[in-house]
């Protein structure tokens, strides 16, 4: 087995804070993806990577950038944090069989 | 249109009782994952079938990519059954399992 970290479990900004959340995983999978959660919506895809330095846009990457210089990790960063923003954002990986993995998740909170 | 529907929105169930979850497909899928969220809003791993049915404990789960669905069964409800759950699938080839809206489960007394 292996295991998916993200860091901070908690993060509070403030408006126009630029920001970075960070994901490690030891499965030595190389597809890794960054979502977001809204309370009371579905997922929402940031960016995904298929190998080690690569990026690839999903549906709401405006606003978000993305850096996977290694294969274990896999960043995001919130490019300018808006005001009473409040979401978990999580990082997932695609494992083996195409099945998806999720980290604990990132508890952002904008004051 | 969305490639996953997923219903009901919103279930409620007495405890004991069971009742399925539903996604529909508007195209053919390669394999369905089912995931409940957890009190800290993570994605926990319920099931992945490429085919068939597989059952853990109260919980059934059942694809069938020709017919395009998936159900989720739950049968004998508990109070910690209630949350959120929610079906991805995979079309293939394009890394980008698309997800359902999510079913609200509540599980009363």
């Known amino acids: 087995g292996g295991i998916i970290t993200q860091t901070p479990k908690f993060l509070i900004g403030q408006e126009g804070q630029k920001l970075t959340l960070k994901c490690q995983q030891n499965?030595?999978?190389?597809?890794m993806y960054w979502y977001r959660q809204d309370s009371g919506k579905g997922l929402r895809l940031i960016y995904y990577?298929?190998?080690?330095?690569?990026?690839q846009k999903g549906d709401l990457s405006e606003g978000y950038d993305a850096s996977r210089e290694k294969k274990s990790s896999f960043s995001l960063t919130v490019t300018s944090a808006q005001k009473n923003e409040m979401a978990v954002f999580l990082c997932?990986?695609?494992?083996?069989?195409?099945?998806?993995?999720f980290g604990p998740g990132t508890r952002l909170t904008v004051l | 249109g969305d490639q996953v529907e997923q219903s009901p929105s919103a279930l409620s169930l007495h405890e004991g009782t069971g009742s399925a979850l539903r996604c529909n497909f508007t195209?053919?899928?390669?394999?369905v994952q089912w995931f409940r969220k957890n009190s800290r809003g993570s994605l926990i791993n319920l099931f992945y079938l490429a085919s068939g049915t597989k059952e853990n404990g109260r919980l059934k789960s059942a694809f069938d990519s020709k017919e395009r669905y998936s159900t989720l069964h739950i049968r004998d409800a508990q109070l910690e059954d209630s949350g959120t759950y929610f079906c991805?699938?995979?079309?293939?080839?394009?890394?980008?399992?698309?997800f359902g809206k999510g079913t609200s489960l509540v599980v009363h007394p």
């Open positions: 991805a699938a995979d079309s293939g080839g394009n890394y980008k399992p698309t």
């Open positions: 997932a990986l695609r494992g083996g069989s195409y099945e998806q993995y």
């Open positions: 990577s298929i190998t080690e330095n690569d990026l």
């Open positions: 195209t053919t899928m390669r394999a």
């Open positions: 499965f030595n999978h190389d597809t």
